[in-house]
Protein backbone atom coordinates (compact mmCIF):
# COMPACT_ATOMS: atom_id res chain seq x y z
CA UNK A 1 0.00 0.00 0.00
CA UNK A 2 1.67 3.42 -1.02
CA UNK A 3 2.15 6.27 1.42
CA UNK A 4 -0.46 9.07 1.48
CA UNK A 5 0.48 11.82 -0.88
CA UNK A 6 2.39 14.97 0.49
CA UNK A 7 0.13 18.17 -0.59
CA UNK A 8 1.95 21.18 -0.17
CA UNK A 9 0.09 24.62 -1.49
CA UNK A 10 1.89 26.86 -2.77
CA UNK A 11 0.69 30.54 -2.52
CA UNK A 12 1.61 33.15 -5.00
CA UNK A 13 0.40 36.46 -2.96
CA UNK A 14 0.14 38.54 -5.89
CA UNK A 15 -2.80 38.43 -8.66
CA UNK A 16 -0.84 37.44 -11.81
CA UNK A 17 -2.24 34.11 -12.55
CA UNK A 18 0.73 33.29 -15.70
CA UNK A 19 3.03 34.24 -12.84
CA UNK A 20 1.47 31.30 -10.38
CA UNK A 21 1.27 28.80 -13.27
CA UNK A 22 5.33 29.08 -13.82
CA UNK A 23 5.76 29.01 -10.48
CA UNK A 24 3.89 25.84 -10.24
CA UNK A 25 5.50 24.47 -13.47
CA UNK A 26 8.89 25.09 -11.31
CA UNK A 27 7.25 23.36 -7.86
CA UNK A 28 5.92 20.82 -9.94
CA UNK A 29 9.20 19.56 -10.95
CA UNK A 30 10.97 19.98 -7.96
CA UNK A 31 8.32 17.94 -6.17
CA UNK A 32 9.66 14.56 -4.77
CA UNK A 33 7.83 11.24 -5.68
CA UNK A 34 4.29 11.59 -3.51
CA UNK A 35 3.89 14.98 -3.41
CA UNK A 36 0.93 16.34 -4.65
CA UNK A 37 1.84 20.53 -5.36
CA UNK A 38 -0.95 22.89 -5.42
CA UNK A 39 -0.66 26.10 -6.48
CA UNK A 40 -3.10 29.56 -6.51
CA UNK A 41 -3.04 33.56 -6.17
CA UNK A 42 -5.62 35.22 -4.40
CA UNK A 43 -7.61 37.53 -7.11
CA UNK A 44 -7.75 40.53 -5.44
CA UNK A 45 -4.38 41.52 -4.39
CA UNK A 46 -1.90 43.85 -6.36
CA UNK A 47 -0.74 42.30 -10.06
CA UNK A 48 2.66 42.08 -8.07
CA UNK A 49 4.42 42.79 -4.84
CA UNK A 50 7.37 45.99 -5.29
CA UNK A 51 7.79 47.35 -1.80
CA UNK A 52 6.06 47.60 1.30
CA UNK A 53 2.89 48.85 -0.11
CA UNK A 54 1.52 46.02 -1.99
CA UNK A 55 3.26 43.89 1.03
CA UNK A 56 0.43 45.00 2.52
CA UNK A 57 -1.94 45.35 0.13
CA UNK A 58 -2.02 41.78 -0.70
CA UNK A 59 -1.43 40.33 2.81
CA UNK A 60 -5.76 39.53 3.54
CA UNK A 61 -5.50 37.48 0.13
CA UNK A 62 -2.47 35.28 1.16
CA UNK A 63 -3.93 34.71 4.62
CA UNK A 64 -7.31 33.69 3.12
CA UNK A 65 -5.47 30.92 0.62
CA UNK A 66 -3.30 29.98 3.39
CA UNK A 67 -7.01 29.40 5.87
CA UNK A 68 -8.46 27.40 3.20
CA UNK A 69 -5.07 25.37 2.25
CA UNK A 70 -5.69 24.34 5.83
CA UNK A 71 -9.02 23.27 5.99
CA UNK A 72 -8.37 21.19 2.67
CA UNK A 73 -5.52 19.52 4.60
CA UNK A 74 -2.66 20.50 2.91
CA UNK A 75 0.57 18.96 5.08
CA UNK A 76 2.69 22.07 3.98
CA UNK A 77 2.82 25.80 2.91
CA UNK A 78 5.09 27.84 0.58
CA UNK A 79 5.06 31.73 0.34
CA UNK A 80 6.27 32.32 -3.11
CA UNK A 81 7.24 35.88 -3.31
CA UNK A 82 10.84 36.45 -2.43
CA UNK A 83 9.49 39.56 0.42
CA UNK A 84 8.80 36.11 2.03
CA UNK A 85 5.70 38.48 2.94
CA UNK A 86 3.46 37.50 5.79
CA UNK A 87 5.68 34.57 6.87
CA UNK A 88 4.54 34.78 10.60
CA UNK A 89 1.20 35.27 10.12
CA UNK A 90 0.91 32.73 7.63
CA UNK A 91 2.47 30.04 10.17
CA UNK A 92 0.35 31.06 13.02
CA UNK A 93 -2.68 30.47 10.95
CA UNK A 94 -1.10 26.78 9.35
CA UNK A 95 -0.52 23.24 11.33
CA UNK A 96 2.28 22.32 8.63
CA UNK A 97 5.45 24.02 8.04
CA UNK A 98 5.05 27.54 6.04
CA UNK A 99 8.29 28.27 4.22
CA UNK A 100 9.09 31.46 2.48
CA UNK A 101 11.37 31.48 -0.54
CA UNK A 102 13.50 33.75 0.26
CA UNK A 103 14.59 32.30 3.17
CA UNK A 104 15.17 28.83 2.08
CA UNK A 105 16.98 30.05 -1.03
CA UNK A 106 19.25 32.06 1.47
CA UNK A 107 19.88 28.77 3.67
CA UNK A 108 20.17 26.35 0.76
CA UNK A 109 23.00 28.96 -1.10
CA UNK A 110 24.98 28.89 2.33
CA UNK A 111 25.08 24.86 2.28
CA UNK A 112 26.61 24.98 -0.71
CA UNK A 113 28.26 27.94 -1.08
CA UNK A 114 30.49 29.94 1.49
CA UNK A 115 29.01 33.23 0.12
CA UNK A 116 26.07 34.59 -2.17
CA UNK A 117 24.32 37.48 -4.02
CA UNK A 118 20.76 38.21 -4.57
CA UNK A 119 19.71 39.78 -8.27
CA UNK A 120 15.94 41.18 -7.42
CA UNK A 121 13.91 42.86 -9.84
CA UNK A 122 13.91 46.47 -8.80
CA UNK A 123 15.89 49.09 -6.38
CA UNK A 124 13.13 49.50 -3.88
CA UNK A 125 13.14 45.68 -3.57
CA UNK A 126 17.03 45.97 -2.45
CA UNK A 127 16.86 47.25 1.51
CA UNK A 128 13.55 44.42 1.87
CA UNK A 129 15.68 40.99 1.03
CA UNK A 130 19.03 43.00 2.28
CA UNK A 131 16.54 43.14 5.71
CA UNK A 132 15.54 39.34 5.00
CA UNK A 133 19.20 38.68 4.94
CA UNK A 134 20.08 39.99 8.74
CA UNK A 135 16.41 38.93 9.83
CA UNK A 136 17.88 34.89 8.68
CA UNK A 137 21.51 35.56 10.69
CA UNK A 138 23.50 35.98 6.46
CA UNK A 139 24.78 38.51 6.57
CA UNK A 140 28.20 37.06 6.40
CA UNK A 141 27.08 35.47 3.65
CA UNK A 142 25.01 37.74 1.24
CA UNK A 143 28.12 39.41 -0.38
CA UNK A 144 25.41 42.04 -2.17
CA UNK A 145 21.96 42.33 -3.05
CA UNK A 146 21.20 43.77 -6.76
CA UNK A 147 18.52 44.67 -8.67
CA UNK A 148 18.20 44.30 -12.32
CA UNK A 149 16.16 47.35 -12.35
CA UNK A 150 13.17 45.59 -14.57
CA UNK A 151 9.40 45.71 -13.60
CA UNK A 152 8.09 42.50 -11.83
CA UNK A 153 5.64 42.00 -14.78
CA UNK A 154 8.26 42.57 -17.26
CA UNK A 155 9.24 38.83 -16.60
CA UNK A 156 5.69 37.82 -17.43
CA UNK A 157 6.05 39.60 -21.43
CA UNK A 158 6.23 37.25 -23.74
CA UNK A 159 7.81 39.45 -26.19
CA UNK A 160 10.37 42.23 -26.60
CA UNK A 161 9.53 43.72 -23.04
CA UNK A 162 10.49 40.14 -21.66
CA UNK A 163 13.44 39.50 -23.45
CA UNK A 164 15.07 42.60 -22.51
CA UNK A 165 14.09 42.04 -19.19
CA UNK A 166 15.62 38.84 -18.75
CA UNK A 167 18.72 40.06 -20.63
CA UNK A 168 19.12 42.56 -17.91
CA UNK A 169 18.78 39.98 -15.03
CA UNK A 170 21.14 37.88 -16.40
CA UNK A 171 23.05 40.99 -17.07
CA UNK A 172 23.10 41.43 -13.26
CA UNK A 173 23.73 38.12 -12.60
CA UNK A 174 26.94 38.15 -14.69
CA UNK A 175 28.18 41.19 -12.64
CA UNK A 176 27.73 39.73 -9.67
CA UNK A 177 29.91 36.99 -10.43
CA UNK A 178 32.65 38.76 -11.88
CA UNK A 179 32.14 41.92 -9.33
CA UNK A 180 30.80 40.15 -5.92
CA UNK A 181 33.48 37.38 -5.16
CA UNK A 182 30.20 35.56 -4.67
CA UNK A 183 30.07 31.86 -5.02
CA UNK A 184 26.30 31.30 -6.22
CA UNK A 185 23.51 33.72 -6.86
CA UNK A 186 19.50 33.74 -6.06
CA UNK A 187 17.10 34.84 -8.26
CA UNK A 188 15.40 37.02 -5.77
CA UNK A 189 11.68 36.82 -7.61
CA UNK A 190 9.33 33.94 -7.79
CA UNK A 191 9.02 35.40 -11.51
CA UNK A 192 12.28 34.36 -12.51
CA UNK A 193 12.00 30.78 -11.69
CA UNK A 194 12.14 29.40 -15.40
CA UNK A 195 15.68 31.16 -15.55
CA UNK A 196 17.55 28.94 -13.43
CA UNK A 197 18.74 26.55 -15.22
CA UNK A 198 19.98 29.21 -18.23
CA UNK A 199 21.58 31.19 -15.93
CA UNK A 200 23.37 28.55 -14.12
CA UNK A 201 24.66 27.16 -17.50
CA UNK A 202 25.46 30.57 -19.24
CA UNK A 203 27.35 32.04 -15.82
CA UNK A 204 28.93 28.47 -14.86
CA UNK A 205 28.06 29.36 -10.93
CA UNK A 206 24.97 27.93 -9.18
CA UNK A 207 21.73 30.07 -9.86
CA UNK A 208 19.27 29.02 -7.49
CA UNK A 209 15.69 29.79 -7.12
CA UNK A 210 13.92 29.85 -4.10
CA UNK A 211 10.82 28.13 -5.30
CA UNK A 212 12.53 24.90 -5.89
CA UNK A 213 14.12 25.38 -2.47
CA UNK A 214 10.96 25.79 -0.56
CA UNK A 215 9.18 23.12 -1.79
CA UNK A 216 12.08 20.63 -1.04
CA UNK A 217 12.48 22.03 2.55
CA UNK A 218 8.70 21.47 3.00
CA UNK A 219 8.79 18.16 1.69
CA UNK A 220 12.01 17.23 3.78
CA UNK A 221 9.89 19.25 7.31
CA UNK A 222 6.76 16.90 6.84
CA UNK A 223 8.58 13.83 6.05
CA UNK A 224 11.00 14.47 9.15
CA UNK A 225 7.37 14.50 10.93
CA UNK A 226 8.04 18.75 11.99
CA UNK A 227 4.58 21.26 11.98
CA UNK A 228 5.05 24.81 13.24
CA UNK A 229 5.40 25.09 16.85
CA UNK A 230 2.16 25.93 18.42
CA UNK A 231 3.56 27.07 21.70
CA UNK A 232 4.47 30.62 21.11
CA UNK A 233 4.46 33.05 18.58
CA UNK A 234 3.25 30.94 15.91
CA UNK A 235 0.41 29.82 18.38
CA UNK A 236 -3.03 30.49 16.45
CA UNK A 237 -4.87 33.69 15.76
CA UNK A 238 -6.17 34.98 19.97
CA UNK A 239 -10.32 34.95 19.16
CA UNK A 240 -10.68 38.34 20.57
C1 LIG B 1 8.05 38.31 -5.96
N1 LIG B 1 7.39 40.48 -6.08
O1 LIG B 1 8.75 37.30 -5.77
C2 LIG B 1 8.44 39.67 -5.47
C3 LIG B 1 9.85 39.96 -5.73
C4 LIG B 1 10.18 41.32 -6.12
O2 LIG B 1 5.38 40.07 -7.11
N2 LIG B 1 6.85 38.39 -6.53
C5 LIG B 1 6.45 39.67 -6.63
O3 LIG B 1 10.64 41.47 -7.22
O4 LIG B 1 9.98 42.24 -5.32
Not at 108 to 114: D, E, F, K, L, S
Request: charged content about 25%; proline content about 5%; overall charge negative.
Amino acid sequence: MSAPETRILVVNPNSTTSMTEKIAISARAAAGPGVAITAVNPLDAPASIEGYHDEAMCLRGLLEEIAKGEAAGHDGFVVACFDDTGLGACREVASGPVVGICEAAMHAAAMIATSFSVVTTLPRSVPIIEDLALTYGMERRCRRVRAADIPVLALEDEGNEGRAARDKVRAEVERAVAEDGCEAVILGCAGMADLTAWLSRETGVPVIDGVVCAVRMVEALVGAGLATSKVGAYARPRVK
